[in-house]
């Protein structure tokens, strides 16, 4: 057994009770579990890297991705839905950023400080 692990055994030692204590609500589950799904598609993390440190419309994120403007706005959707970006509308336009700093930290983890 890796050390300052707890063993725990249905057949003696268990500690199921704690573990499942200790375990966030279903609500929250379910809310990381879209976060990391909207994380798992290429085109969805290429967005939110490049939302670090800017503010980008949909027609400039479309251009960076070489997607259409309807693709593009599908992705944001999704990122949006998973409380991962947020945007500000000016006129026609509607300008998208990262909603919370923490996703700068989870992003940063992954791949180093911009």
């Known amino acids: 057994m890796e050390k300052g692990l707890i063993r725990s ?3 003696n ?3 199921l009770d704690e573990i499942l204590a200790s375990l ?3 609500e929250d589950v379910g809310e990381s579990a879209m976060f990391f799904q909207a994380l798992s598609d290429p085109t969805r993390l290429k967005i939110i890297l490049a939302l670090r440190g800017y503010e980008m419309c949909v027609g400039e994120i479309a251009n960076m ?3 259409s403007s309807s693709n593009t706005s599908h992705q ?3 990122l949006r839905l ?3 970006v947020t945007y500000k509308k000016e006129g026609q336009m509607y300008f998208y950023r990262l909603k919370h700093p923490q996703i700068h930290l989870i992003i ?3 791949f180093g400080a911009k």
């Open 9 to 11: 055994c249905c057949e």
């Open 13 to 15: 030692g268990s500690v």
């Open 24 to 26: 966030p609500d279903d």
């Open 65 to 67: 991705l070489g997607l």
């Open 76 to 78: 944001l959707k999704i």
């Open 82 to 84: 998973a409380k991962i």
């Open 108 to 110: 940063d983890a992954l």
